[in-house]
């Protein structure tokens, strides 16, 4: 898997930038069906606050952009896609979701 970690864009209130180091233990808890093969991301932390962006890229080519901007009550992973349905897929093989 390929991470790369981009610049703050400008005009962002929160300007510490910082590396995401559980990126591994967060993708171990998602029902994909696909494996991640990129992830491309800016994270910087405020005061008592963060603010980023990350896509996720799957094996087959789907992508899903999501917010890791959040409060000092939760962590910048917590807006993560857990499932396929996220990448704007269907029920990911083996998963034991099911529409309704």
Known sequence: MKITKL?????EYCT???DI???QSEL???DYGHQVVKIEYWYALGDYEGAGEA????DDGRTA???LSHCSCYGPLDDM???????GGGIAEGSDMELS
Not at 7 to 11: A, E, S, V
């Open 7 to 11: 610049p703050i864009p400008d005009g």
């Open 16 to 18: 510490d930038p910082e």
């Open 21 to 23: 180091d559980d990126w």
């Open 28 to 30: 171990d808890r998602c």
């Open 55 to 58: 896509t996720l890229t799957l």
């Open 65 to 67: 952009t999501f917010s």
């Open 81 to 87: 896609p857990r499932t396929y349905l996220a990448f």
